[in-house]
């Protein structure tokens, strides 16, 4: 019978990332932060990414040296978004997941999750700015404030357009 490795021995044994592989997640790093995500879910993802094998939780938070809190919040965010998926692994104990690495999946699910909600809640708060302008006394500023709302309503309507072209494309 083989010796059960204490935390402290796993975490020692635990290879640390080379070279390459901080390079590669430092690019899921910058990915995520140019659409305001935490640099822990590029990091997460990178490192399942880079994996030929499923990871369980334990395993993220050891190789990437981030705290349980982080990871936890971070799958979260990349389960519901459909970037990670849970996998089932022989004894049941642990939780194993693995990336999504179909570009139409990971966008389309981004789409979903975060840029239509946005769209929705934006609509309503349109209606109610378009309302508020006609409180405003001033004239002129109230008139430049109309365009501006008329050009935002605008985007929105092109944004809702678009968003169903751009996911056909990708094939979801």
């Known amino acids: 019978m083989m010796p059960r490795m ?7 044994a635990t290879p640390a ?13 910058d990915g995520v932060r140019v659409i305001g995500l935490p640099k822990s879910i590029g990091e ?14 334990d395993d993220l938070v050891n190789r990437l040296g981030i705290s349980k809190g982080s990871v936890s919040q ?7 978004i459909g970037a990670v998926s849970e996998c089932p692994n022989g004894n049941g ?19 979903r999750e975060q840029v239509v909600p946005h769209l929705d809640s934006g609509t ?3 209606a109610a700015l378009n309302d508020a302008i006609g409180e405003i006394a001033d004239d002129e500023h109230q008139k430049f404030l109309a365009e501006r709302l008329e ?6 309507k092109r ?4 968003l169903p072209l751009f996911q056909r494309v990708l094939g979801e």
């Not at 204490?6 to 020692?12: G, M, P, Q, V, W």
């Not at 997460?44 to 939780?57: D, N």
Request: glycine share 6%; no cysteine; aromatic share 12%.
């Open 74 to 80: 971070g799958l979260r965010a990349l389960r519901q």
């Open 159 to 162: 944004s809702r357009l678009i």
């Open 6 to 12: 204490t935390d402290d021995a796993a975490i020692s």
């Open 44 to 57: 997460i993802y990178g490192m399942l990414f880079l994996s030929e094998e499923p990871l369980s939780f």
């Open 17 to 29: 990332l080379s070279e390459i592989e901080r390079r590669i997640i430092d690019l899921f790093v």
């Open 124 to 126: 309503g708060k349109l």
């Open 93 to 111: 104990r642990r939780t194993y997941y693995q990336p999504e690495i179909r570009l139409k999946r990971l966008v389309g699910g981004f789409i």
């Open 151 to 156: 050009r935002l309503e605008h985007w929105f």
